[in-house]
Protein backbone atom coordinates (compact mmCIF):
# COMPACT_ATOMS: atom_id res chain seq x y z
CA UNK A 1 0.00 0.00 0.00
CA UNK A 2 2.97 2.21 0.99
CA UNK A 3 4.64 2.27 -2.62
CA UNK A 4 1.04 2.33 -4.17
CA UNK A 5 0.91 5.59 -2.20
CA UNK A 6 4.22 7.08 -3.54
CA UNK A 7 3.12 6.18 -6.92
CA UNK A 8 0.54 8.49 -7.21
CA UNK A 9 2.02 11.64 -5.22
CA UNK A 10 2.70 14.16 -7.79
CA UNK A 11 6.32 14.98 -9.01
CA UNK A 12 8.14 17.85 -8.35
CA UNK A 13 7.90 20.60 -10.40
CA UNK A 14 10.76 21.84 -12.07
CA UNK A 15 10.00 25.27 -11.71
CA UNK A 16 7.80 26.49 -8.43
CA UNK A 17 7.49 30.37 -7.76
CA UNK A 18 6.20 31.00 -4.51
CA UNK A 19 4.45 34.69 -3.88
CA UNK A 20 6.80 36.71 -5.76
CA UNK A 21 7.00 40.40 -5.56
CA UNK A 22 8.60 42.36 -8.14
CA UNK A 23 9.54 46.43 -7.64
CA UNK A 24 11.21 48.63 -10.46
CA UNK A 25 13.39 51.61 -9.45
CA UNK A 26 12.76 50.82 -5.53
CA UNK A 27 9.35 52.30 -6.12
CA UNK A 28 6.73 50.31 -8.78
CA UNK A 29 5.29 47.50 -7.27
CA UNK A 30 4.54 45.29 -10.32
CA UNK A 31 4.33 41.48 -9.32
CA UNK A 32 2.30 41.35 -6.33
CA UNK A 33 2.53 38.33 -4.55
CA UNK A 34 2.54 35.80 -8.28
CA UNK A 35 2.92 31.71 -7.60
CA UNK A 36 3.24 29.41 -10.08
CA UNK A 37 4.83 26.62 -10.76
CA UNK A 38 5.66 24.08 -14.30
CA UNK A 39 5.87 20.21 -14.19
CA UNK A 40 8.51 18.57 -15.96
CA UNK A 41 7.52 18.11 -19.26
CA UNK A 42 4.84 20.61 -18.80
CA UNK A 43 3.53 23.35 -21.15
CA UNK A 44 2.09 26.18 -18.74
CA UNK A 45 0.80 29.45 -20.25
CA UNK A 46 0.88 32.91 -18.47
CA UNK A 47 -1.57 35.07 -20.24
CA UNK A 48 -3.34 38.45 -19.49
CA UNK A 49 -3.50 41.92 -21.43
CA UNK A 50 -0.71 43.94 -22.14
CA UNK A 51 1.29 44.92 -19.10
CA UNK A 52 -0.40 42.56 -17.01
CA UNK A 53 3.22 41.44 -15.83
CA UNK A 54 3.91 38.65 -17.81
CA UNK A 55 7.46 39.32 -18.78
CA UNK A 56 8.24 40.66 -15.52
CA UNK A 57 7.19 37.40 -13.95
CA UNK A 58 9.41 35.78 -17.16
CA UNK A 59 12.71 37.96 -16.33
CA UNK A 60 11.95 37.38 -12.52
CA UNK A 61 12.48 33.96 -13.04
CA UNK A 62 15.46 33.94 -15.48
CA UNK A 63 16.95 36.87 -13.37
CA UNK A 64 17.33 39.26 -16.14
CA UNK A 65 15.35 41.86 -14.11
CA UNK A 66 18.19 43.71 -13.05
CA UNK A 67 18.96 45.20 -16.56
CA UNK A 68 16.02 47.28 -16.11
CA UNK A 69 16.47 48.43 -12.36
CA UNK A 70 14.17 45.67 -10.91
CA UNK A 71 14.35 42.99 -8.29
CA UNK A 72 12.39 40.47 -6.60
CA UNK A 73 11.72 41.70 -2.97
CA UNK A 74 9.77 39.15 -1.73
CA UNK A 75 9.04 35.22 -1.86
CA UNK A 76 11.57 33.06 -3.80
CA UNK A 77 11.86 30.71 -7.01
CA UNK A 78 13.18 27.17 -6.75
CA UNK A 79 14.09 25.72 -10.66
CA UNK A 80 15.19 21.80 -10.47
CA UNK A 81 15.19 21.66 -6.99
CA UNK A 82 17.31 24.82 -6.15
CA UNK A 83 16.69 28.53 -5.33
CA UNK A 84 17.63 30.42 -8.21
CA UNK A 85 17.09 34.10 -7.08
CA UNK A 86 20.49 34.90 -6.44
CA UNK A 87 22.12 32.94 -9.57
CA UNK A 88 23.30 35.11 -12.67
CA UNK A 89 21.35 34.61 -15.89
CA UNK A 90 24.46 33.10 -17.63
CA UNK A 91 24.29 30.28 -14.57
CA UNK A 92 20.44 29.93 -15.14
CA UNK A 93 21.31 28.98 -18.66
CA UNK A 94 23.88 26.26 -17.65
CA UNK A 95 21.60 24.74 -14.87
CA UNK A 96 19.16 24.45 -18.00
CA UNK A 97 16.56 27.38 -17.95
CA UNK A 98 16.82 30.01 -20.76
CA UNK A 99 14.72 32.54 -21.43
CA UNK A 100 13.41 33.35 -25.16
CA UNK A 101 13.10 37.44 -25.59
CA UNK A 102 10.17 39.15 -26.76
CA UNK A 103 10.35 40.66 -29.93
CA UNK A 104 12.68 37.81 -31.69
CA UNK A 105 15.86 39.49 -30.60
CA UNK A 106 18.30 37.78 -33.25
CA UNK A 107 22.13 39.13 -33.68
CA UNK A 108 21.15 41.56 -36.88
CA UNK A 109 24.49 41.12 -38.49
CA UNK A 110 25.22 37.43 -38.27
CA UNK A 111 23.79 34.76 -40.25
CA UNK A 112 21.03 32.53 -38.91
CA UNK A 113 23.67 29.14 -38.35
CA UNK A 114 25.78 32.06 -36.60
CA UNK A 115 22.87 32.83 -34.10
CA UNK A 116 22.31 29.53 -33.54
CA UNK A 117 25.87 28.70 -32.94
CA UNK A 118 26.21 31.46 -30.12
CA UNK A 119 23.24 29.41 -28.45
CA UNK A 120 26.06 26.82 -27.69
CA UNK A 121 28.55 29.38 -25.73
CA UNK A 122 28.23 27.83 -22.34
CA UNK A 123 28.55 24.26 -23.55
CA UNK A 124 31.91 21.98 -23.35
CA UNK A 125 30.73 19.36 -24.25
CA UNK A 126 32.69 19.26 -27.77
CA UNK A 127 31.68 19.83 -31.46
CA UNK A 128 30.62 16.75 -32.15
CA UNK A 129 27.27 16.96 -29.84
CA UNK A 130 27.16 21.14 -30.90
CA UNK A 131 26.70 19.93 -34.29
CA UNK A 132 24.42 16.98 -33.61
CA UNK A 133 22.25 19.86 -32.20
CA UNK A 134 22.42 22.40 -34.53
CA UNK A 135 21.14 19.65 -37.17
CA UNK A 136 18.13 18.84 -34.42
CA UNK A 137 17.40 21.90 -34.71
CA UNK A 138 17.18 22.13 -38.13
CA UNK A 139 15.30 18.98 -38.23
CA UNK A 140 12.71 20.77 -36.28
CA UNK A 141 13.07 24.22 -38.27
CA UNK A 142 13.60 23.19 -41.90
CA UNK A 143 12.73 26.73 -42.85
CA UNK A 144 16.10 27.54 -40.99
CA UNK A 145 18.33 25.09 -42.90
CA UNK A 146 17.41 26.49 -45.97
CA UNK A 147 18.13 30.46 -44.49
CA UNK A 148 21.19 28.94 -42.45
CA UNK A 149 23.89 31.17 -44.82
CA UNK A 150 21.60 34.53 -44.55
CA UNK A 151 22.01 37.28 -42.47
CA UNK A 152 19.31 37.26 -39.71
CA UNK A 153 18.21 40.91 -40.09
CA UNK A 154 17.40 40.06 -43.67
CA UNK A 155 14.77 37.43 -42.90
CA UNK A 156 10.96 37.54 -42.06
CA UNK A 157 9.31 37.57 -38.69
CA UNK A 158 8.78 34.10 -38.05
CA UNK A 159 11.98 32.93 -39.38
CA UNK A 160 13.43 35.53 -36.83
CA UNK A 161 10.97 34.18 -34.55
CA UNK A 162 12.33 30.36 -35.31
CA UNK A 163 15.91 31.42 -34.98
CA UNK A 164 15.39 32.78 -31.21
CA UNK A 165 13.84 29.29 -30.50
CA UNK A 166 16.42 27.65 -32.15
CA UNK A 167 19.17 29.52 -30.62
CA UNK A 168 17.84 28.78 -27.21
CA UNK A 169 17.74 24.66 -28.13
CA UNK A 170 21.23 25.12 -28.14
CA UNK A 171 21.92 25.76 -25.06
CA UNK A 172 20.18 22.34 -24.09
CA UNK A 173 17.58 23.56 -21.95
CA UNK A 174 15.26 21.33 -19.77
CA UNK A 175 13.19 24.31 -19.87
CA UNK A 176 12.21 27.29 -21.78
CA UNK A 177 10.87 30.64 -21.07
CA UNK A 178 8.84 31.77 -24.56
CA UNK A 179 7.56 35.28 -24.55
CA UNK A 180 5.30 36.47 -27.08
CA UNK A 181 5.72 34.23 -29.37
CA UNK A 182 2.98 35.06 -31.52
CA UNK A 183 3.42 38.62 -31.61
CA UNK A 184 3.54 40.15 -34.69
CA UNK A 185 3.15 37.15 -36.49
CA UNK A 186 0.88 35.95 -39.45
CA UNK A 187 -2.00 32.97 -38.35
CA UNK A 188 -0.32 30.69 -39.94
CA UNK A 189 3.12 30.78 -38.53
CA UNK A 190 1.92 31.11 -34.92
CA UNK A 191 0.11 27.74 -35.84
CA UNK A 192 3.47 26.55 -36.88
CA UNK A 193 5.49 27.93 -34.22
CA UNK A 194 2.87 26.32 -31.52
CA UNK A 195 3.04 22.84 -33.21
CA UNK A 196 7.05 22.89 -33.13
CA UNK A 197 6.39 23.83 -29.27
CA UNK A 198 4.61 20.77 -28.90
CA UNK A 199 6.65 18.63 -31.07
CA UNK A 200 9.88 19.69 -29.01
CA UNK A 201 8.01 19.43 -25.29
CA UNK A 202 6.79 15.67 -26.44
CA UNK A 203 9.99 14.25 -28.19
CA UNK A 204 12.67 16.49 -26.33
CA UNK A 205 11.28 16.28 -23.27
CA UNK A 206 11.42 20.05 -22.98
CA UNK A 207 8.95 22.35 -20.50
CA UNK A 208 7.89 25.26 -21.33
CA UNK A 209 6.27 28.46 -19.62
CA UNK A 210 4.87 30.91 -22.60
CA UNK A 211 3.73 34.03 -22.00
CA UNK A 212 0.97 34.77 -24.42
CA UNK A 213 -2.10 37.63 -24.85
CA UNK A 214 -3.41 35.33 -27.56
CA UNK A 215 -4.89 33.07 -25.18
CA UNK A 216 -7.08 31.47 -27.79
CA UNK A 217 -4.02 29.45 -29.22
CA UNK A 218 -2.15 29.16 -26.09
CA UNK A 219 -4.77 27.54 -24.06
CA UNK A 220 -4.99 25.05 -27.23
CA UNK A 221 -1.41 24.05 -26.48
CA UNK A 222 -0.63 24.52 -23.02
CA UNK A 223 -1.61 21.94 -20.33
CA UNK A 224 -2.26 24.48 -17.65
CA UNK A 225 -2.84 28.08 -18.26
CA UNK A 226 -2.45 31.42 -15.20
CA UNK A 227 -4.60 34.92 -15.68
CA UNK A 228 -2.50 37.87 -14.67
CA UNK A 229 -4.11 40.99 -13.96
CA UNK A 230 -2.23 44.06 -12.81
CA UNK A 231 0.47 42.04 -11.66
CA UNK A 232 -2.11 39.33 -9.76
CA UNK A 233 -2.77 36.14 -10.47
CA UNK A 234 -6.49 35.80 -10.25
CA UNK A 235 -7.23 32.94 -12.21
CA UNK A 236 -5.57 29.26 -12.94
CA UNK A 237 -6.87 25.77 -13.56
CA UNK A 238 -5.90 23.22 -16.21
CA UNK A 239 -6.25 24.60 -19.60
CA UNK A 240 -9.76 22.25 -20.75
CA UNK A 241 -11.30 24.03 -17.95
CA UNK A 242 -10.33 27.83 -18.68
CA UNK A 243 -11.54 27.14 -22.26
CA UNK A 244 -14.77 26.60 -20.65
CA UNK A 245 -15.00 29.10 -17.91
CA UNK A 246 -17.36 32.04 -18.68
CA UNK A 247 -15.27 34.62 -17.47
CA UNK A 248 -12.18 33.38 -19.76
CA UNK A 249 -14.38 33.41 -22.85
CA UNK A 250 -15.60 36.75 -22.58
CA UNK A 251 -12.64 38.55 -21.27
CA UNK A 252 -10.08 36.74 -23.15
CA UNK A 253 -11.62 34.90 -26.13
CA UNK A 254 -14.15 37.70 -26.99
CA UNK A 255 -17.00 35.10 -26.95
CA UNK A 256 -20.00 35.07 -24.42
CA UNK A 257 -23.40 33.16 -23.58
CA UNK A 258 -24.87 35.08 -26.69
CA UNK A 259 -21.88 35.05 -29.18
CA UNK A 260 -19.05 37.76 -29.30
CA UNK A 261 -20.06 40.53 -27.27
CA UNK A 262 -18.81 44.47 -26.98
CA UNK A 263 -16.81 45.88 -24.34
CA UNK A 264 -18.23 49.03 -24.79
CA UNK A 265 -20.65 48.52 -21.79
CA UNK A 266 -18.18 48.97 -19.08
CA UNK A 267 -20.60 48.45 -15.97
CA UNK A 268 -21.28 45.10 -17.54
CA UNK A 269 -17.67 44.22 -18.10
CA UNK A 270 -17.06 45.19 -14.45
CA UNK A 271 -19.93 43.49 -13.23
CA UNK A 272 -19.31 39.83 -15.05
CA UNK A 273 -15.40 39.96 -13.89
CA UNK A 274 -15.97 38.27 -10.69
CA UNK A 275 -12.55 38.61 -9.42
CA UNK A 276 -12.91 42.70 -9.72
CA UNK A 277 -15.52 42.14 -6.70
Known amino acids: MADAALATEPAEP?????NIEVIYNHVILVLK???????????????????????????AISNLLHAERGEVTKGNII??????????P?????????????????????TIEENLLTGAFTRS??????????????????????????????TSGGEQQMCAIGRA????????????????????????????????????GVSFLLAEQNTNIALRYAKY???LESGRIVLDGEAKALRENEDVKEFYLGIGGE???????????????????
Open 90 to 110: NELVRSGCIQVMEGRHCFGHL
Open 169 to 204: LMSRPSMILLDEPSMGLAPQLVEEIFEIVKKLNESE
Open 33 to 59: GVSLSVPKGGIVAILGANGAGKTTTLK
Open 125 to 154: DGSANVKRDLDMVYDYFPRLRERRGSQAGY
Open 14 to 18: LLQVN
Open 79 to 88: FNGERVESRS
Open 225 to 227: GYI
Open 259 to 277: GRRSFKNVKHYKRRKRWLA
